[in-house]
């Protein structure tokens, strides 16, 4: 039982960590916007 569950939770941590790869190839650039939206720290960084 405990196999299957950790087999579940592997290929989720697959799945989640591979989507931002595959939506950049898809995609390009068309939503390529930092989080921030470009904020500055006030140490200019």
Partial sequence: M???LILQLLILLVVVNGT???VK???GN???RPLDCGALFF???
């Fill in 43 to 45: 140490d200019g960084q």
């Fill in 2 to 4: 405990q196999a299957i």
């Fill in 20 to 22: 931002p790869v595959i």
């Fill in 25 to 27: 190839k898809l995609l």
């Fill in 30 to 32: 068309a939503l390529a």
